[in-house]
């Protein structure tokens, strides 16, 4: 928002990912807090962004220069990295697990059900690299 409270609005689009997921709203709002304060504290106007009331840019920053547009895009860079490897352990633990169910005459809803919530832990630890150095492929473009 400007000073005189016009908005600058931004979207960034990304794929979609066809799984359910456990946690991606923590880990949104997490990555979230860390890289506004990076982006804050990276931006041109650092030395008077850090100490203006709400992080408010100055009025000729454009919508996808925004410290809050920088964050997003590195936000949900991380998060699609991530996702992204969580379904594909997902689908690879879900066969193994039906696999072995099948093998031995078990396969029952129940387990398969529990296979499925367990693989879609986030697979936050595995992949720390996507959370510090994200490859931003998705840019913030003005509304």
């Not at 997490?30 to 203006?52: N, Q, Y």
């Not at 594909?88 to 093998?103: I, L, N, S, Y």
Request: neutral net charge; contains cysteine.
């Amino acid at each position: 928002m400007t000073s005189d409270r016009r908005p600058r609005a931004f979207k960034i689009r990304f794929p979609a990912i066809d799984a359910y997921f456990s946690g991606t709203g923590d880990m949104f709002g997490a990555l979230m807090v860390v890289r506004m304060r990076e982006a804050v504290t990276s931006s041109p106007d650092a030395s008077s962004l850090g100490t203006t009331a709400s992080w408010l840019s100055p009025d000729d920053v454009s919508a996808p220069d925004l410290p809050l547009a920088q964050a997003a895009e590195k936000v949900l860079a991380s998060m699609h990295e991530v996702l992204d490897a969580t379904c594909e352990g997902m689908k690879a633990e879900v066969a193994r697990v039906e696999a072995a169910a099948a093998e031995a005459g078990a396969l029952d809803e129940k387990r398969m059900h529990l296979a499925r919530s367990k693989a879609a832990e986030l697979r936050l630890v595995r992949h720390l690299g996507s959370l510090r150095d994200p490859k931003v492929e998705f840019k913030a473009q003005k509304m």
